[in-house]
């Protein structure tokens, strides 16, 4: 069967016809994969795209990297699940500890939607206090105490938050914009008695890329200090992208809980929470925060994560995916945003073009952009063999397989595209 006739099957099956809303923003239908290989996808229709999307984040090696491909087969021959601990967990901790400045224990969990639940209620049962401040169109998985005013499929599709979240929890959700100090600092103040935690993507990757100003991030800090809240950074985009040790160790701030995801399974499902000790030990079975899993700390994302970390621990990962990403982002400056305008926010290996705009800074800053123009230019990449997000509220991202043959036949298409573009 080809792609359409797929599709139009698994619309009898599940509800938009994917498993996860913004697959279903491909248009005129999603496409199939059949298989993938470094920065290609081939699809089942035998069209092969250059990947930008890298299944959202987590690929940073690219499809199939041949040292993650080894372990996990070896994995493989010694069994996949064992509701034990295994000697894997240990090492992929150490790796992260010694790389993550604000981390001395972690718990495992499956997505970074688990790892954000996890986080709040840890938050939560550390401060015995109940409220959140999160920042306007940052997203941290479909997570009941954080889907208000989120990013991503949520900002795509236009909804607010979610339907099935009673109002008695959302009202202890407080969402300012992103990058304003003094509104974060008024409301953190009004709220004092009763805030647990401030929650923050310290480089929002879910509303295009929107980079942090200034002190921002080291402001949050100091608030969070000032209330007597916990500062969590969400990093289950950043940690790992942005180099070892995530956006913490790029703008030196420190917070007191850190959640991850994507890059350290390695493309297998995973998620984590890791803090300070004193913090951590509250989760049980130390403490009375509950978090549990069947699948926590799977064996086979375990050994996936430490091959691709240990992988991003040689040079050639960093300096290929962001000179890759440094070189598409000009060729959509000199082609793009030269003809209709915007702006490109850009970091390492993850960016984003906002046409029509001259400044991204918050949410509101990206909802003036022309979302329907990034929607035309991910239809008219798609027919010439390059894969981008279907979303504005979205990033692309590069991988060490983005080599310069693979940006070269990209800057083409981008140049041919820019001929065709309708404003
Ligand atoms: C910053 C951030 N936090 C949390 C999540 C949730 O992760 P997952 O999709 O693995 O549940 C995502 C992505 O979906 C994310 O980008
Ligand atoms: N933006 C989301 C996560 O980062 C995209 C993943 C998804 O919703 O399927």
């Not at 923003?25 to 290609?40: D, R, S, T």
């Not at 420190?254 to 989760?283: C, N, Q, R, S, W």
Request: negative net charge.
């Amino acid at each position: 069967m080809n792609s359409k006739e797929l599709f139009e099957k698994a619309k009898e099956l599940f509800p938009g016809g994917v498993n996860s809303p913004i697959r279903a923003a491909v248009k005129p239908y999603p496409f199939y994969v059949k298989k993938a290989e470094g920065a290609i996808l081939t699809t089942v229709d035998g069209d092969e795209l250059i990947d930008y999307v890298l299944a959202y984040g987590p690929l940073i090696l690219g499809h199939q990297h041949p040292r993650v491909k080894e372990a996990v087969e070896e994995q493989l021959e010694l069994g996949w699940l064992y509701g034990t601990p295994y000697e894997a967990e240990i090492k992929l901790a150490e790796k992260i500890i010694s790389h993550f400045p604000s981390i001395d224990m972690v718990r495992f969990v499956n997505s970074g939607t688990e790892a954000t639940v996890t986080a709040i209620r840890l938050a939560r049962g550390y401060t015995k206090r109940k409220k959140i401040i999160k920042f306007d169109g940052c997203y941290h998985g479909s997570n009941d105490s954080l889907l208000v005013k989120a990013g991503s499929a949520v900002s795509h599709y236009g909804v607010p938050g979610s339907a099935g979240i009673p109002e008695e929890l959302s009202r202890l959700t407080l969402v300012v914009p992103f990058n304003d100090v003094e509104t974060t600092e008024k409301v953190a103040k009004e709220n004092q008695d009763d805030l647990a935690a401030i929650i923050v993507e310290p480089v929002m990757g879910n509303a295009g890329v929107i980079l942090p100003k200034d002190n921002f991030l080291k402001e949050l800090r100091r608030i969070a200090d000032d209330v007597g809240a916990l500062l969590i950074f969400d990093e289950v985009i950043t940690g790992y992208r942005l180099g070892l040790g995530g956006a913490q160790a790029r703008y030196n701030v420190i917070p007191d809980i850190t959640t991850l995801g994507k890059i350290i399974g390695g493309g297998f499902p995973v998620g984590a929470v890791g803090g300070k000790k004193e913090i951590m030990e509250y989760l049980a079975p130390s403490g009375p925060v509950f978090n549990a899993g069947t699948f926590n700390a799977h064996p086979v994302t375990m050994i996936a994560g430490l091959a691709t970390i240990s992988e991003l621990e040689r040079d050639y990962v960093y300096e290929t995916a962001n000179s890759a990403a440094h070189a598409v982002v000009k060729a959509i400056e000199q082609e793009l945003v030269s003809k209709f305008g915007g702006v490109v926010n850009h970091i390492a290996s993850m960016f984003q073009w906002f046409p029509k705009v001259e400044k991204v800074e918050n949410y509101s800053d990206a909802q003036k952009a022309d979302r329907a123009l990034i929607e035309r230019l991910h239809t008219e990449l798609l027919k010439r063999g390059v894969f981008i997000a279907p979303s504005m509220f979205e990033a692309w991202f590069t991988s060490a397989a983005h080599a310069s043959d693979i940006v070269e036949r990209t800057i083409d298409v981008i140049s041919e595209v820019a001929k065709v573009l309708q404003a």
